[in-house]
Nanobody, 125 residues
Framework: QVQLVESGGGLVQAGGSLRLSCAAS????????MGWFRQTPGKEREFVAA????????NYADSVKGRFTISRDNAKNTVYLQMSSLKPEDTAVYYC??????????????????WGQGTQVTVSS
């Protein structure tokens, strides 16, 4: 089992930056790929970014490429999402998620089995 807790959300002006953190409990964090997703009311949850278990491969949605960076610190059981040049359309609840598999190098088509409760990011224009 993996329990995930996001933090770092808040209100920021357009063009600003935020860093989200996702702290994981359990000894298997370091062996799992991790992802960030976001959701706005009335819309489906959408993929934002993913990182493999070793932190050497990443994948980003086109809408955030060049602005967001996913990283992880396996010693701290934490995955991060650094968000820069934020836009009002980035406003959403952001969720982190953990792969159901271990030691997978995949950052595409990952089957996420564990989810956090989400953290709100609001970008004002």
């Amino acid at each position: 089992q993996v329990q995930l807790v996001e933090s770092g959300g808040g209100l920021v002006q357009a063009g600003g930056s935020l860093r989200l953190s996702c702290a994981a409990s359990g000894r298997t964090f370091s062996s799992r790929a991790m992802g960030w997703f976001r959701q706005t009311p009335g819309k489906e949850r959408e993929f934002v970014a993913a990182i493999n278990w070793r932190g050497e491969r990443t994948n980003y949605a086109d809408s955030v490429k060049g602005r967001f960076t996913i990283s992880r610190d396996n010693a701290k059981n934490t995955v991060y999402l650094q968000m820069s040049s934020l836009k009002p359309e980035d406003t959403a609840v952001y969720y982190c998620a953990a792969d159901e598999a271990h030691y997978s190098g995949a950052v595409y088509n990952v089957k996420y089995a564990y989810w956090g409760q989400g953290t709100q990011v609001t970008v004002s224009s």
